[in-house]
């Protein structure tokens, strides 16, 4: 057989696992101390082997969160130990959720993430929004209001600028559209009423739910924010449209300025 013929055939050959990426490449990373090369691959290609079987056996509750995110990070760097990277993620940004929400340039601050896997990390991110944003409009959203306040969480409490965010519902209030109408800066956002309303009419809505982050952390409606609600609300009542609530995002909660009587 020619060499040529010989690498189109191992090139048809799918590897079960990353193991197999091992097998013909030199290795790259410093061993530990005292260890050669092939006893630092076996281990934490052992140390792996031992996760998944935890993780297949007694499911997600058997590990912590890093090692949860160890796994993942098995296949986006199949030739380190990732145990420090995943555990350095954590550290930096306090939660898993803190991981996935974190921007791009803040991803690669960390030792061992390069860009092409803070990317990876980010599609992560992204699947799990759009997994709750899919479930979320299945539902009648006034009857499913956890599932609408933890995809505003999951969409919006990482994000380093304000968003302003506006849920468009049908009259069985169904969701409709879900767009981004403005991004300001670290603590502002510019929102105008008629835009709002505008929009809601070329949609056919006839109801909304508003939401916006606060980056500081602290979902405490401001002034500012108190107006704002109350000028969209007057705009939209006149055509029809109903305000739902106002939700404000932070961090570690969320407030609602309908449970608070704001509007």
């Not at 145990?83 to 803040?106: E, M, N, Q, Y």
């Not at 029809?240 to 609602?256: C, L, T």
Request: proline share 5%.
């Amino acid at each position: 057989m020619k060499k040529n013929d010989r690498l189109s055939a191992a090139d048809r050959t799918q590897p079960a696992d990353e193991r197999s990426l091992f097998k013909d490449l030199a290795p790259q990373d410093t061993p530990l101390p005292g260890a050669s090369p092939a006893t630092e691959e076996a281990h934490y290609l052992g140390h792996r082997d031992r996760l998944r079987t935890r993780y297949r056996e007694h499911g997600d509750g058997a590990l912590a969160d890093y090692e949860i995110l160890e796994m993942l990070l098995f296949r986006l760097i199949p030739r380190k130990d990732t145990k420090p990277i995943a555990k350095a993620l954590l550290a930096r940004f306090g939660t898993l959720a803190g991981v996935f929400g974190a921007p791009l340039a803040l991803l690669q601050e960390v030792k061992g993430i390069g860009e092409t896997v803070a990317l990876d990390l980010k599609l992560v991110s992204t699947i799990g929004h759009r997994t709750l944003k899919s479930e979320l409009r299945k539902k009648h959203v006034l009857s499913s209001w956890s599932a609408v306040v933890e995809y505003c969480h999951a969409a919006m409490a990482y994000e380093t600028k304000e968003q302003f965010r506006i849920l468009f519902l049908d009259k069985r209030n169904t969701l409709i559209a879900d767009e981004v109408q403005q991004t300001g800066t670290i603590d502002h956002t510019p929102v105008y009423p008629r835009e709002v309303v505008k929009r809601a009419l070329e949609l056919s809505a006839t109801a909304l739910v508003l939401a916006h982050n606060h980056p500081s952390g602290d979902p405490t409606p401001s002034r500012a924010d108190i107006d704002m609600t109350k000028q969209i609300v007057e705009t939209a009542k006149p055509l029809g449209i109903a305000v739902h609530d106002h939700i404000i995002i932070g961090k570690d909660g969320h407030v609602s300025m309908k449970g608070l009587r704001l509007f």
